[in-house]
Antibody
Framework: EVRLLESGGGVVQPGGSLRLSCAAS????????MSWVRQAPGKGLDWVST????????YNADSVKGRFSISRDNSKNTLYLEMNSLTAEDTAVYYC????????????WGQGTLVTVSS | SYVLTQPPSVSVAPGQTARITCGGN??????VHWYQQKAGQAPVLVVY???DRPSGIPERFSGSNSGNTATLTISRVEAGDEADYYC???????????FGGGTKLTVL
């Protein structure tokens, strides 16, 4: 059974930093592209970042470019999202999701972790 | 940047057919994926690559894609289908993922 378990969310002050993790199990993690998608309270889905299976290339939404960094450790079956210079607009539930390739569908999702940026 | 446009809401009576559209410039040239998100839950993939269904998704869910519009069709709608539905593509021009704004399906 595929399992994706996000952690690391919480309350952080504007301008602060946070690191999210996504522990994967039930599939060959190193063979799949991984993504972060967020959802602000009461809003729709918002693509954040995607990383290739090897971690050799990553892609980021314009809204987070230069502030967020996606990475992965295939030896630990774990995906990360390093978030810096956080603003209130980054407040959202952050989901990790797996896809066979960067361009393919997000076939499995975690349950999400809530990030709240507030003073 | 590439934009996907969905109607905010669609309403249908039980047993009828719901059609949810996703508009985008030449979207017919892209692979479109659809997700169902019930209240308080994570999204679930219901259609991928325009018209394929993951295992476990009922045949009542189908998709099509041509020209500037992709469509998710739900036949014989049930109360349990009430949810938000999102379309999704990968835009090769910008190397960005893109989601539609979402459509709330209400079962009357």
């Amino acid at each position: 059974e595929v399992r994706l378990l996000e952690s690391g969310g919480g309350v952080v002050q504007p301008g602060g930093s946070l690191r999210l993790s996504c522990a994967a199990s039930g599939f060959n993690f190193a063979n799949y592209a991984m993504s972060w998608v967020r959802q602000a309270p009461g809003k729709g889905l918002d693509w954040v970042s995607t990383i290739t299976p090897t971690g050799g290339r990553s892609y980021n939404a314009d809204s987070v470019k230069g502030r967020f960094s996606i990475s992965r450790d295939n030896s630990k079956n774990t995906l990360y999202l390093e978030m810096n210079s956080l603003t209130a607009e980054d407040t959202a539930v952050y989901y990790c999701a797996k896809g066979r390739l960067v361009v393919t569908s997000l076939e499995s999702w975690g349950q999400g972790t809530l990030v709240t940026v507030s003073s | 940047s590439y934009v996907l446009t969905q109607p905010p809401s669609v309403s249908v009576a039980p047993g009828q057919t719901a059609r949810i559209t996703c508009g985008g410039n030449s979207i017919g040239r892209k692979r479109v994926h659809w997700y169902q998100q019930k209240a308080g839950q994570a999204p679930v993939l219901v259609v991928y690559d325009d018209s394929d269904r993951p295992s476990g998704i009922p045949e009542r869910f189908s998709g099509s894609n041509s020209g500037n519009t992709a469509t998710l069709t739900i036949s014989r709608v049930e109360a349990g289908d009430e949810a938000d539905y999102y379309c999704h593509v990968w835009d090769n021009s910008s190397d960005h993922g893109v989601f539609g704004g979402g459509t709330k399906l209400t079962v009357l």
